[in-house]
């Protein structure tokens, strides 16, 4: 199995773009989860779905933050106006259980 | 509002001696604990765990200790190689299967 993949791994784009960050979870996982890292929060969960179905949002830090996932093998997250404050590493990650796996992460600047 | 805290945000040891790094929470809900490890520009990586109904976990070098009257865990790594130089992230799993992170401590060991 190939793991948690994420695209694309590095995205600079600048402050109002529209960015959109994909994720393939490992096959028969029924947990995605979106995190995002920061130094103050350190890893921090914006959204998860079980079984494609999206539980909690609460961590979505604004309206300007999305995220769906259409089927079992692909989610996206997007952010529909890009800020600065955004620049960060995202991460996705699967799971089955108890056991998490993650993403190699995107590094995403926005300047 | 941080559910999961690592007061640490880095630690220095020796090579051979031993690494502690702590980890508090506040909900008493949580029954899982988890640590993982991160190398730069990559994702997390799962290290250990422990059930909320166990007090001590061991795997290697690598134990980790929950004192659920304190609301208290640790990890220890003995002995410390340079290899284990990392970021290392404890998490607590919530009823609903959503993992909560902490800030993650920074952990260099000198050869």
């Known amino acids: 199995d190939a793991g948690v993949i994420q695209s694309p791994r590095h995205e600079v784009t600048e402050m109002g773009q529209e960015v959109t960050l994909r994720c393939k979870p490992i096959?028969?996982?029924?947990?995605l989860f979106w995190y995002r890292q920061t130094m103050m929060r350190g890893l921090e969960l914006l959204i998860y779905?079980?079984?494609?179905?999206?539980?909690?949002d609460s961590g979505m830090p604004e309206d300007r933050f999305s995220a769906k996932m259409p089927n079992a093998s692909f989610s996206t997250l997007k952010i529909q106006p890009s800020e600065p404050r955004d620049s960060a590493v995202y991460f996705c990650?699967?799971?089955?259980?108890?056991?998490?796996?993650f993403g190699p992460g995107t590094r995403l600047t926005v300047l | 509002d941080q559910q999961v805290k690592q007061n640490s945000p880095s630690l220095s040891v020796q090579e051979g001696r031993i690494s502690i790094l702590n980890c508090d929470y506040t909900?008493?809900?949580?029954?899982?604990f988890l640590w993982y490890k991160k190398y730069p520009a990559e994702g997390p990586t799962f290290l250990i765990s422990?059930?909320?109904?166990?007090d001590k976990n061991e795997d290697g070098r690598f134990t980790v200790f929950l004192n659920k009257s304190a609301k208290h865990l640790s990890l220890h790594i003995v002995p410390s190689q340079p290899g284990d130089s990392a970021v290392y992230f404890c998490?607590?799993?919530?009823?609903?299967?959503?993992?909560?992170f902490g800030q993650g401590t920074t952990l260099q060991v000198k050869p």
């Open positions: 779905f079980n079984n494609n179905v999206p539980i909690d």
């Open positions: 909900n008493s809900m949580f029954d899982y």
């Open positions: 422990i059930s909320s109904i166990k």
């Open positions: 998490a607590a799993k919530s009823n609903t299967g959503k993992l909560i």
């Open positions: 096959s028969g996982h029924d947990y």
């Open positions: 990650a699967s799971s089955s259980r108890d056991r998490m796996f």
